[in-house]
């Protein structure tokens, strides 16, 4: 079984700055790709950016060049670093994984964190 648990939502003006953080626990053996994803009110949830066990990242084109995932693959951490925030970008963040514990590899998600942009 593997935990995540995510923090650092808030409220912010436009144009503000949040960081994310996302701890996995429990009997972990290893983690692959680590993601951050948002659901808005009425809309489905989509990726805004995951990185790799190795470091590669992708990020939704929306959040390009504003938001940097990074990890800590020693503590098993990841982060999402969001500047120039703008009123879209609210919506509560969910964490996802994929872990392999007790031999077995499943999907993981967080609770979420809301993240609320004000204009």
């Known amino acids: 079984q593997v935990r995540l648990v995510e923090s650092g939502g808030g409220l912010v003006q436009a144009g503000g700055s949040l960081r994310l953080s996302c701890a996995a626990s429990g009997s972990i053996s290893s983690i692959n790709a680590m993601g951050w994803y948002r659901q808005a009110p009425g809309k489905q949830r989509e990726l805004v950016a995951a990185?790799?066990?190795?470091?590669?990242?992708n990020y939704a084109d929306s959040v390009k060049g504003r938001f940097t995932i990074s990890r800590d693959n020693a503590k098993n951490t990841v982060y999402l670093q969001m500047n120039s925030l703008k009123p879209e970008d609210s919506g509560v963040y969910y964490c996802?994984?994929?872990?392999?514990?007790?031999?077995?590899?499943?999907?993981?998600w967080g609770q979420g964190t809301q993240v609320t942009v004000s204009s």
């Open positions: 990185v790799t066990s190795g470091g590669s990242a």
């Open positions: 996802n994984t994929e872990a392999q514990a007790m031999g077995v590899t499943l999907n993981y």
